[in-house]
């Protein structure tokens, strides 16, 4: 599993822009596609809220890498 760090710049990022920002997905179009089929975890529950956000301190999970994200020092 490929664990990647995303520093956190203000309280919280969309988690469709999350998975854009990481490089798992190539547009947001795709982002929301694997979101609503049920393909991404959010502190290991499957998450559909495209715009869910994703404050420091919560994992996300899709396919083979997980993204911990960490607040902004």
């Known amino acids: 599993m490929q664990i ?4 956190l710049d203000g309280d919280y ?3 469709k822009q ?4 990481a490089d798992l997905v190539t547009s947001g179009g ?3 596609v694997v ?3 049920g ?3 959010v502190d ?3 998450e559909l809220r495209k715009a869910c956000k994703i404050r ?3 994992v996300v999970e899709f396919a083979d890498s997980q993204i911990r994200v960490l607040a902004a020092s």
């Not at 990647?4 to 520093?7: H, Q």
């Open 35 to 37: 979101i609503g089929d």
């Open 44 to 46: 290991g529950q499957v």
């Open 56 to 58: 420091a301190g919560q």
């Open 30 to 32: 795709e982002a929301k």
């Open 18 to 21: 999350l998975l854009k920002l």
């Open 13 to 15: 990022v969309e988690l």
């Open 4 to 7: 990647l760090e995303f520093d």
């Open 39 to 41: 393909q991404v975890r």
